[in-house]
Every structure is written in structure tokens, then in C-alpha cells.
């Protein structure tokens, strides 16, 4: 798996490393794995999906994937015949705290500070565009 590193799950990890907290080496790489699971757990992944003929019954699925690019370079690679295709593969990490009200904000997100919900929480369509689609919500604008 490819991982383009965020500049805020950069930041996060090196603030672990700058703290002063840790007694021990292993104490600090410690809370740098469970940092960075924790990180990866709110991004969103591929998988790649396969089927070995028309009746979907048969087939094999892998993943997690950084990109449907990297995931469709597996596909070409084997040579398995039947067809394949790249499935987003929704954050749990981000889904649980955008429903709780995210305490670290994505880069899209809701306007009221109690909230900060995900920009796909947003509704994009008429008189309701703008405003969250959680009913806990009482968001009406999205800050970029």
C-alpha cells in the first residue's frame, strides 16, 4: 500500500515524537503506532473487487488500497480473466467521529464549532445546499 503522508497527520506524529512525556523508547513508539493507526483509520481506502464470470458468485477482493490507481495497477497485473472493479471503502474512524462531533476537523467541515462535522455530511443539492444532513445538527454552512 502507497501512503502519501498529510501535513496534518505529519504534524501529529511529530508532535508525539517532541513530547516529553515518554519515559522510554518503546514507551514513544508505542504511542507513535497507536498514533498513526489512529490516523489512517480516519482516511478512506479501495478495495479492489473481482468476479470470475457473469453470476457474481465467484470472485476475490483485496485491499485496502491509498488510491484506485494503485489498486487498478494490481488488477492489470493479473491474470485472472473475468472483471474488476475499485470500490471506495468508506472511513469507519472518520464515520464515528463525525457523528460524535470530530475533535480534529478534516479539511472540509461544518462551520458551527459544537459540531465540525465532514463536508460530506453537507447536502449539495437546492435550498438545503450548505446545510448538514445530520439530524443532531443544526449546521447551515461549510468552511473550506
Known amino acids: 500500500m502507497r501512503i502519501t503522508p498529510r501535513k496534518e497527520e505529519v504534524a501529529a506524529v511529530v508532535a508525539v515524537l ?7 523508547a518503546q514507551a514513544m513508539a508505542k504511542a507513535v503506532i497507536k498514533e498513526v493507526a ?3 483509520d480516519m482516511r478512506d481506502w479501495v478495495a479492489l473487487t473481482h468476479r470470475f464470470g457473469d453470476n457474481g458468485q465467484l470472485g476475490l477482493n483485496w485491499g485496502p488500497f491509498g488510491s484506485a490507481i494503485e ?8 491474470a485472472l480473466g473475468g472483471r474488476f472493479s475499485v470500490v471506495r ?3 469507519p474512524g472518520l464515520l464515528v467521529a463525525n457523528l460524535l462531533g470530530a475533535k480534529r476537523p478534516t479539511k472540509d467541515f461544518c462551520a458551527n464549532p459544537a459540531c465540525l462535522h465532514a463536508a460530506w455530511t453537507h447536502s ?3 435550498n438545503s445546499r450548505g446545510k448538514c444532513v445530520l439530524e443532531s445538527c443544526p449546521c447551515d454552512e461549510m468552511k473550506k
Open 18 to 24: 517532541e513530547s516529553d512525556q515518554y519515559d522510554s
Open 71 to 78: 489498486a487498478q495497477r494490481l488488477a492489470d497485473k493479473l
Open 124 to 126: 449539495a443539492l437546492g
Open 38 to 40: 489512529e490516523l489512517l
Open 89 to 91: 471503502l468508506g472511513s
